[in-house]
């Protein structure tokens, strides 16, 4: 039966083929003039540095793996040394040691380079953004990447999409947010676009000492926090302290993570072990995801079994409110400079035709 | 400031590396201990046999692609010659030939082969299944892929996920369908196992020749239709003969794609050649998703802009009727199958999980 609707398929498809105009597969496939063709015997000794301590559990982790896999592919060709944060140098420096060629590549998240490059911060997360399966779209199918790399290119770096760690939760409190007028005076963590936001809403964003924030918040000197999800954040012990996690994460719905290679560097390698490289950043960005999402099941699970935490949901005033100041932050950003406001276009525009084909194929179905 | 959370990040994540068990990366690695470890040299010219027609949209691009892929990385040490359909093998014929060592390697589904090997179709697409980023999740950190695995093994295969095609239609019909009896005596184009659900509610699964499908539907031979979802359907031409485009895609919302290779060609594989190949699939199924994404938003919109088509939704009393229905179908196939009992527990005790994170994570996120 199955055979007879197969064999039919095929018939219609070839008919439906002709109309179709060839894909472009190449979202991020990037060649460069000067490079060597083909594969010139020589080994290459490749120092990665890393914006996560060594081994960080998921996104160190696949720091990790990348090197490992590339030297796996390239049969030790492009060997890998991979580096934590401050092993070589400093986690904030890796954009300018991987620029200025003091290692070869960096693992780590555009946003942290916002302060250099306001931009970078959409090609990381976006409050009220897109989440991972449709950032992916338009990072390789939707002008993002090329903007991406329009931006490093000054720097001398090539910016690869390199994992994601899918939707994150919104936080913990020690009392109930009913309100947005909640967030009047409330002490918070929360770094980034996220914590513009919440300043705006009345909250003080705090910057304490992140090996401090268990203590902080067990003992008042931060009134909340938001940290990633269920499996990092029952890592931190987080849940043996505070009352209420909220959810949904609306300041990180799915945060890219970035692999960069410095364009020196790679220009001067073989074809083969450039695309090596691509595609082992592709693989990571669908297994980091997978990681992410796995754990924190796992993670959520058991924090509902065994912990006394109360789940509350940020009740849609609340999120509407935080998505009018979310726009308020980004005009901020956009209206004095001219290449965020030309990225922000791009992911505002695609974000909003991909959220009408969401809105009826993903919104709609439960399993 | 973000400088100061980012040195912060570190010092508390430091401490939660402590706590946390090293995650296993390797879902879907697999060695053989009878392989030549290294390069040996030795140039490989292989053929893969695919179910698609020729450089068929999205499905057979990304076939081309994987085999360009892998020439590349492997500097043309892994030759791969890619077939449509019926170009070597017919489509139908693709796991056989693969398995028998006609061809070294294969693309396609593997619900194709459920009439073989019922549990094969929990590989590809389950009705009220997981979506694309869930079933990555089971696949790679679930113990899917192991499972698959142990099926492929005695046929000589070793499978790798290979695509998405993202969350579908529910199909094209030329009358409302406002309640569950109005699909009683419905003569509807629906293979597999969404074929099986709708012949539970009285309407007849038809196996119409897909070249006829068009003229079927126009001249009413046939009443309704499903197909795959807005840029497939639109360059079959079904926006411009019916009614009623349903949503939402209830019976394929995210089905899997499988990259095939003959167990014995892989073995004589050098590690650097395996993980080649291993990686070249990873990076499929990243950007095919993105792909369909990207397409199925642009011709959802000009469907929506430029056609007299009438969007529809599937109500919950009809979803929740063809839930239970599929609960039957697939009652019937474990009930009589061994391995697909093992396979779909597997399937359906992580879809229980992860939807339960997925319910405070995703699906109260609205960008």
Redesign the interface.
């Given at each position: 039966?199955?055979?007879?609707?197969?064999?039919?398929?095929?018939?219609?498809?070839?008919?439906?083929?002709v109309?179709?105009g060839?894909?472009s597969?190449t979202?991020?496939e990037t060649k460069t003039d000067n490079s060597p063709a083909?594969?010139n015997g020589k080994t290459y000794e490749w120092k990665m540095v890393t914006?996560?301590?060594?081994?960080?559990?998921?996104l160190?982790?696949?720091a990790d793996?990348l090197g490992k896999?590339v030297g796996?592919?390239?049969?030790g060709r492009l060997k890998i040394q991979v580096y934590g944060?401050?092993e070589l140098v400093?986690?904030?420096e890796v954009f300018d040691a991987v620029s200025q060629g003091v290692a070869e590549m960096g693992h780590g998240a555009a946003?942290?380079w916002?302060?250099k490059l306001p931009s970078a911060q959409f090609f990381g997360c976006v409050p009220?953004?897109?989440?991972?399966?449709?950032v992916?779209?338009w990072?390789?199918?939707?002008g993002g990447l090329d903007l991406w790399r329009e931006l490093y290119s000054d720097h001398d770096l090539m910016p690869f999409p390199c994992g994601n760690t899918?939707?994150?939760?919104g936080g913990w409190f020690n009392k109930e947010i009913n309100s947005i007028k909640d967030f009047v005076g409330l002490k918070m963590r929360i770094?980034?676009l996220g914590g513009k936001v919440i300043t705006k809403t009345g909250a003080t964003s705090i910057?304490?000492?992140?090996?401090?924030?268990y203590t902080d918040l067990d003992r008042g000197v931060i009134d909340a926090l938001e940290w990633v999800?269920?499996y990092?954040d029952s890592?931190?012990g987080f849940d043996k302290i505070a009352k209420y996690y909220y959810?949904?994460?609306?300041q990180e719905?799915g945060s890219v993570l970035e692999l960069i290679v410095n364009k020196n560097a790679y220009n001067q390698l073989?074809?083969?072990l450039k695309?090596?490289i691509e595609?082992?950043a592709?693989?990571v960005?669908?297994?980091m995801?997978?990681?992410f999402?796995?754990?924190?099941?796992?993670y959520?699970?058991k924090m509902?079994k065994e912990s006394k935490i109360q789940?509350r949901?940020f009740s849609d005033e609340i999120?509407e409110a935080l998505r009018k100041y979310t726009g308020e932050v980004i005009d901020e950003i956009i209206s004095t400079n001219a290449m965020a406001k030309k990225v922000y276009d791009s992911y505002s525009s695609f974000?909003k035709?991909?959220?009408?084909?969401d809105s009826?194929?993903?919104r709609?179905?439960?399993?």
């Open positions: 039966m199955k055979k007879y609707i197969r064999r039919d398929f095929l018939k219609t498809a070839s008919i439906a083929a109309g179709a060839a894909l597969l979202g991020c083909k594969n914006t996560w301590p060594p081994h960080f559990p998921i160190g982790e696949y793996a896999w796996e592919m390239s049969d944060g401050g400093p986690a904030l946003y942290y916002a302060g009220f953004g897109m989440n991972a399966q449709q992916n779209a990072l390789f199918f939707g899918g939707g994150q939760m770094p980034g910057l304490a000492p992140g090996g401090e924030l999800g269920p990092h890592l931190m959810y949904p994460g609306w719905p073989p074809d083969d695309n090596i595609v082992a592709a693989k960005n669908v297994l995801l997978s990681a999402e796995e754990k924190n099941t796992e959520y699970l509902k789940f949901q999120l974000k035709n991909i959220y009408e084909w009826i194929a993903e709609n179905y439960k399993a």
